[in-house]
């Protein structure tokens, strides 16, 4: 018998997406990893969101290496918009980035594999921001390759 007792009649409520606009973000996680494709390597970064006592975490990729010219500039500029909004001065590695704070903007987007379920994605960072003490946040430290 289950500890909690009969369940498939339970309604459970799932909180959709959190409007557009403007949050207090703190990198909670960073990691270098390869993309699928094999080719090249980007910067995941996790960023804690938080409104009132909720919190959700969103996640920007910032293209480090890459085939493509074009998408290496592009990294390099977001990258740069990182850097100016952390307002911490140069980026010289992943786990430096680890519990800096950010305004940043979330939006949402359809899912890849069912465009009728939305959720937020990490769009940009707008600036460096004093986020009160009493935020909660939980930190993981990634060993680099």
């Known amino acids: 018998?289950?500890?909690?007792?009969?369940?498939?009649?339970?309604?459970?409520d799932k909180p959709g997406p959190w409007p557009e606009g403007e949050y207090d973000g703190v990198i909670v996680e960073t990691a270098v990893k390869t993309p699928r494709s094999g080719t090249g390597k980007y910067l995941e970064v996790k960023w804690q969101i938080s409104k009132g006592t909720a919190s959700r975490v969103v996640i920007q990729r910032i293209t480090i290496s890459n085939p493509s010219q074009e998408a290496e500039r592009i990294g390099k500029q977001h990258a740069k918009q990182l850097q100016d909004a952390i307002g911490k001065g140069e980026i010289k590695d992943a786990n430096w980035l680890v519990a800096k704070k950010a305004r940043i903007f979330v939006g949402q987007?359809?899912?890849?594999n069912d465009p009728t379920k939305i959720f937020n994605v990490f769009k940009y960072p707008?600036?460096?921001k004093e986020i009160p003490t009493e935020t909660p946040v939980s930190y993981t430290h990634l060993t680099l390759p």
Do not use: R
């Open 1 to 12: 018998m289950s500890l909690f007792g009969d369940l498939s009649d339970v309604q459970v």
């Open 109 to 112: 987007e359809p899912s890849y």
């Open 126 to 128: 707008l600036e460096q």
